[in-house]
């Protein structure tokens, strides 16, 4: 994969072949479908987001479009696309004299793409489903809240699991199980005989194996119909930003406070829910931390940062492997609800389990309004 180029001028029109070269760069371009909902039942470009030509100005208003995890900066690349490239003509040339001046459009539209031989997704309440995926998601397919528009949305959904541990383990399992379309796995760590009490994605003869890498293997033999990518390095301030841009979701399973502090912050200032889940022993923590929707942050939580040191890592302290278990699949059905758009989120509601006394409650956490790091925000 390539890296981006942000001082390279961007063509006003991109042939289908430049334009699926564009699409792999890191970060790939924004992608936006400017046809209308009727049009997408032919499927859609994997990733592309549903804007409909006469909703494109909606982009630049301050409350930005609601099928945007986040608002479209002027510096980030834009692919837009329609049927034959005619209105995402249009759509391009308009963002352009708004100043976003890295938009280019798809020459031909789908019917180029098509004519390339590259391949599309299922487009949002069409029954484009495959007969395998038909199968493979059947009992999603019968849940109201799901069907087969939610299915898609599934299947156009982007989640970066923080830490292929005990909660990124069944999170990611999960995720990938219910055929959620592009998933990342970041940890830099090797796979060790003592993660195997509960670190469920790997196997014995994975020990010394890149965990990243190990969990992509596994995830992708659970379902090969997805796009998994293992980032084998540490997530730090230089390249979380663009991780983050890149998803919808962010599923932190951090095993140090420095990390999801750092995530916290990041996520605040793109507007990216955050699903958070913690366990110590044989209790866990859940909330879901979502900046665009208000509510608090993880430092309206936790206003001062733990010292280094003072939290006992799973190491010292010890956990029951079933703990991170449990967590981390509540973390998998919080963010599959956010990409549904179904449901109640954990929202301000801090999920607190103690397995020892079979107990199950929740508090509501404040939002606070001199936080450090959402203060700011309204919401
Ligand atoms: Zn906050």
Redesign the pocket.
């Known amino acids: 994969m390539e890296n981006s180029n942000q001082s390279d001028p961007v063509a006003l029109e991109l042939d289908a072949e430049q334009a699926a070269r564009w699409l792999d760069l890191v970060p790939p371009p924004r992608l936006i479908d400017v046809r209308e909902l009727a049009e997408l039942h032919s499927g859609i470009v994997s990733g592309a987001i549903h804007i409909p030509l006469r909703e494109i100005p909606s982009i630049v208003s301050p409350g930005s479009h609601p099928h945007l995890s986040r608002p479209i900066s002027c510096d980030e690349n834009v692919l837009i696309y329609c049927a034959k490239g005619i209105r995402s003509y249009e759509a391009m040339h308009w963002l352009r004299q708004q100043g976003y001046q890295r938009c280019a459009s798809l020459r031909g539209g789908i019917e180029a793409w098509n004519g390339a031989d590259l391949p599309l997704a299922a487009g949002p309440g069409s029954d484009h489903l495959n007969r395998d995926d038909q199968e493979r998601y059947a009992r999603h397919l019968t849940i109201p809240e799901v069907g087969e528009e939610g299915q898609a949305k599934l299947l156009s959904g982007r989640v970066l699991v923080i830490g292929g541990g005990g909660l990124g383990s069944p999170a990611a399992l999960y995720l990938a199980a219910a055929g959620v379309g592009h998933i990342t796995i970041a940890d830099d760590d090797v796979v060790e005989l003592s993660n195997l009490q509960r670190q469920v994605l790997y196997r014995t003869d994975q020990i010394g194996h890149s965990k990243a890498e190990a969990a992509a293997k596994t995830l992708s033999a659970l379902n090969p119909t997805i796009e998994i990518v293992a980032f084998p390095e540490r997530v730090t301030g230089a390249n979380a930003p663009h991780l983050i841009g890149d998803h919808d979701v962010v599923l932190d399973g951090a095993d140090n406070f420095e990390t999801r502090f750092m995530i916290n912050d990041l996520c605040?200032a793109q507007q990216t829910a955050v699903v958070h889940g913690s366990v110590y022993r044989f209790e866990g923590q859940l909330t879901v931390f979502d900046p665009a929707r208000g509510g608090?942050?993880l430092?309206?939580l936790h206003p001062q940062s733990p010292a280094e040191g003072s939290c006992a890592s799973c190491a010292e302290a010890g956990v029951l492997g079933v703990m991170p278990g449990i967590i981390g699949t509540i973390q998998a059905a919080e963010t599959i609800k956010i990409l549904l758009g179904q449901g109640d989120s954990m929202r301000g509601r801090l999920l607190l389990i103690d397995a020892l006394k079979g107990s199950f409650r929740q508090i509501e956490i404040p939002?606070?309004p001199d936080?450090l790091?959402?203060?700011h925000y309204r919401g």
């Open positions: 605040v608090p942050c430092r309206c939002k606070r936080c790091s959402c203060g």
